[in-house]
């Protein structure tokens, strides 16, 4: 019986060990991270005249986007949670012989602190990169650069409500509001909390 002793100690000990390691928590938690949204607001860019005498305004800081990124979430601090991504907003009017468009690539870098599991509040910074509005030979085109400005995020689980603040400006000098409100959805994956 003694010579069994430590062969059960042993396993024993691999037992607690792999039911411990199973328990432990990474401390630090990194996600893939989707994101979709629209958004409206900013100054007049453009106004597109129609045959049958409408028109539409084009807007700075409208339009749809989708976006990936990453997220981090962290053991230590469990309401903390970081997020950047990277995507594409677009802007077209509803013309059937012209593709006038207002292209731009959004950066975005947010911390947010969750409330609780399903609430989130974020704020951090964004730009846009490669900003460009295409005219398609009715109307000129032209390039922006994009000033850096603040973001805020009210979320509850996967819809949010946005609020970004900042400008485009052209070679020439002027300067268009692209401050924006908008709707967006998330996922990440992995979804585990």
Do not use: C
Not at 29 to 54: Q, S
Not at 159 to 171: D, V
């Amino acid at each position: 019986m003694m010579k069994f002793m430590p062969i059960v100690q042993l396993m024993f000990l691999l037992v607690s060990t792999s039911v411990l390691a199973q328990q432990a928590e990474p401390s630090v938690m990194a996600k893939f991270l989707i994101e979709a949204g629209v958004e409206y607001g900013g100054d007049e860019i453009a106004r597109v005249f129609f045959t049958n005498g409408e028109d539409q305004v084009m807007r700075a800081g409208q339009g749809g986007y989708l976006a990936v990124g990453g997220q981090l979430e962290f053991a230590q601090v469990k309401p903390l949670m970081l997020r950047t991504s990277i995507g594409i907003k677009f802007n077209t009017t509803a013309a059937d012989n012209a593709n006038i468009r207002l292209t731009r690539l959004p950066f975005v870098a947010m911390s947010f602190w969750k409330i609780n599991d399903d609430f989130r509040f974020g704020a951090g910074i964004t730009s846009h990169l490669g900003v460009k509005f295409y005219g398609d030979d009715f109307l000129p085109d032209a390039d922006f650069k994009s000033t850096l400005g603040p973001r805020f995020e009210l979320g509850y689980k996967w819809i949010a409500l946005t609020y970004s603040a900042l400008n485009y400006n052209t070679e020439a000098g002027a300067s268009f509001s692209a401050n924006s409100i908008g709707a967006a959805v998330s996922f990440t994956i992995p979804d585990k909390k």
